[in-house]
Structure formats: structure tokens, C-alpha cells
């Protein structure tokens, strides 16, 4: 004990000299923050069925002749004549389009020689119907009056933006239920959602239909049914965990 006494005092006796003329002796202290993050991913779906308000037809004249000029002008023939009938039946000049006009020549390969043997002439036609009712009686008289290329009905609902925000709704109603049983069940507690995804699947689907120009004289007539279609939306909500 008596010969720790002199060492101790040897000890403070060094450092008080070194701080004297060296300076106060450097500490350094490091500092590490660690974050915890720790999310909860959940999804819901939600659906609505929607019946269609409009349709949407398209329908086309195809000519073929020995010259371009016959053929155009029978195809101009032909496509005034689809025109005059749908527009009959109530449907505005605004809601009738034309989407393709095009005369070609028609070629064959004889000798190694290309020769042209004819001309083909087409025009598709894009025609609105707002009177879901009309939709058949547009198809048959298009197809009376000449159209031999009819590609097919689209069926349309005029306002989706309600239709995809009430299947939103549903859908995220559904997640948060099943984020509350996981958290209730798991013995978590649920933060704020931090983020949020969706995807939508509601396009309005074509309907193939095959017409020819004689079907309007078989004295049957068209019967396409819109019925109905379902608008999806998915979401995924994302939650901190407390």
C-alpha cells in the first residue's frame, strides 16, 4: 500500500506536466443512431359491374377493278351508301369517322416479272352508337348497304370514373380490414400507411363478329348482347409497424 501511495502521485505529477506544455490530452466519442423501419404490406380488390351505355362499330368496304379510278369510285359508292343507312337510323354525322382510305394495285409474278393484274380499294369506318337499342339495327343496315368488312362491336360506359372510384373504395376497405385482423391476430400495432400502389383492369373488350354484304337479305336479323362488365382495381397499402 505504501508503494502504491508514491506511484499514484508519480502518475498525476506526469500528467500534470504533460498538460502544462503539451496541452489538454484529445478524446474522441463516436456516435451511432440506428433507425428501425419495419413495414406491413397488405392488398385488397374491389369489383363493380357495369352495363354498357354505348357501343362502338366498325365496319369497312372493300372493291376491287381493273383500274384504281373504278375502284375508288366503287368503293366511294359503297361507303356513302353504309354512311346515308346508319345515318337514317339517327346516328349523327359527328359520331360517324372514317379511319382508313386506301387504293393499292393488285400484283401477280408471271416469268419472273412482276405485272400489275388490278386495283383494291378499302375504307373502315368508325360509328358511335349512343342508343344501345340501335346497335343491331346499325350492324345490318352498315352491311345492307355494302359494308363487307365489319370487325367487330366495342361496348363502352360512359362515365368509368365513378364506376373505378366505387371499386377503389372496396377495395381499399378490404385491405385495411385485413391489416387490422393481421395486426389483432399477429399482436402488432399498425403506424401510418406510407405508401400506396394500384392497378386497374376495366378496358371495355371487342366483340368479333364476321358479316357479309348479303347478310341483310337472309331475313335474319343481327342479336348481339352487351351484357355486362367488370371493372377491377388492386391496391396495396403499405403500414408502419409500432
Known amino acids: 500500500m505504501n508503494q502504491l501511495i508514491p506511484a499514484v502521485l508519480l502518475f498525476f505529477v506526469a500528467l500534470f506536466t504533460y498538460t502544462k506544455f503539451a496541452g489538454p490530452i484529445p478524446f474522441s466519442i463516436t456516435s451511432t443512431t440506428t433507425t428501425k423501419s419495419d413495414t406491413f404490406t397488405v392488398s385488397g380488390e374491389g369489383k363493380v359491374v357495369v352495363v354498357p351505355d354505348s357501343a362502338v362499330v366498325h365496319a369497312g368496304v372493300q372493291t376491287t377493278a381493273g383500274t384504281a379510278k373504278l375502284a375508288q369510285e366503287q368503293l366511294n359508292k359503297a361507303a356513302n351508301a353504309v354512311t346515308q343507312a346508319v345515318k337514317k337510323l339517327g346516328i349523327d354525322t359527328t359520331d360517324i369517322k372514317t379511319t382508313n382510305y386506301s387504293v393499292y394495285p393488285i400484283t401477280d409474278y408471271q416469268d419472273k416479272q412482276q405485272r400489275i393484274t388490278g386495283y383494291q380499294a378499302s375504307s373502315s369506318l368508325t360509328i358511335k352508337v349512343r342508343d344501345m337499342d340501335k346497335t343491331n339495327s346499325v350492324i345490318d343496315a352498315a352491311t345492307g348497304a355494302g359494308a363487307n368488312q365489319v370487325g367487330g362491336v366495342v361496348f363502352e360506359v360512359a362515365d368509368k370514373s365513378k364506376a373505378e372510384n366505387e371499386a377503389r373504395e372496396k377495395a381499399v376497405s378490404e385491405a385495411k380490414k385485413k391489416a387490422s385482423d393481421a395486426a389483432r391476430i399477429a399482436g402488432f400495432r399498425l403506424g401510418r400507411i406510407v405508401n400506396y400502389s394500384e392497378g ?35 391496391v396495396t397499402l403499405f403500414y408502419e409497424i409500432l
Open 200 to 234: 386497374y383492369n376495366g378496358a371495355p373488350r371487342p366483340m368479333p363478329i364476321m358479316a357479309k354484304a348479303e347478310s341483310a337479305d337472309t331475313g335474319v336479323p343481327t342479336q348481339i348482347e352487351p351484357g355486362s362488365s367488370e371493372i377491377t382495381v388492386s
